[in-house]
């Protein structure tokens, strides 16, 4: 059988693997991802992802540093937009709601978010903005820790929809998140 020569040269093949593979998780969830289909919806031979990713896991592990980066990315646009608690916690939730898949491999205990190192730094870079917003007295950032719990626990009830309807329409979803957010005394550094 002959190889044709797109199997070979194909470009940018790790970023089309991952844009597959972000496809197939939004589409049919994290146990339908396979390097080898991958390879197959992007027309490569089925060898070819290896030269990216050397296992799932790895793979895996690209995905889910790819969606923090872009969390990160979200929560620094919404801060210099708004510079507010409230305007990181809208562009957190939004995040969630519009990749829920993703969301959910993101902090998926499968996933060592420890290791490796680049998937540690872009999990920790999210925190770290959120961090900046919020002070603690004490050592154990408690107000960091509340505010992460609030916007994650209410990601998690809008991507499980185990709220009414009524609130999970695209257009009260802001009014939501602010009178969520509104429970929380936090108040960003340098205010008294």
């Given at each position: ?144 820790l509340a505010a992460w719990a609030l916007v994650h626990g209410l990601s998690q009830l809008l991507i499980d ?32």
């Amino acid at each position: 059988m002959k190889t044709r020569e797109s199997d070979y040269h194909h470009g940018d093949l790790r970023q089309a693997l991952l844009q597959a593979a972000r496809q197939t998780l939004e589409q049919n969830g994290p146990s339908s991802l396979s390097l080898r289909e991958l390879a197959r919806r992007v027309g490569v031979s089925h060898a070819a992802p290896y030269r990216h990713f050397a296992s799932r896991e790895e793979l895996l592990i690209a995905l889910a540093t790819d969606g923090f980066d872009e969390l990160t990315s979200r929560l620094r646009a919404a801060e210099k937009a708004t510079g507010t608690l409230q305007g990181m916690g809208q562009a957190y939730v939004g995040f969630a709601v519009e990749n829920p898949s993703l969301y959910k491999l993101m902090f998926s205990p499968e996933l060592d978010r420890r290791r490796p190192e680049l998937l540690a730094e872009a999990a920790a870079a999210a925190f770290g903005l959120l961090r900046e917003q919020t002070t603690a007295d004490d050592g154990e950032r408690s107000g960091t820790l509340a505010a992460w719990a609030l916007v994650h626990g209410l990601s998690q009830l809008l991507i499980d929809r185990l709220l009414s309807e009524e609130l999970l329409a695209a257009d009260r979803l802001p009014a939501l998140v602010t009178a969520v957010l509104g429970h929380l005394r936090v108040e960003p550094p340098g205010n008294p």
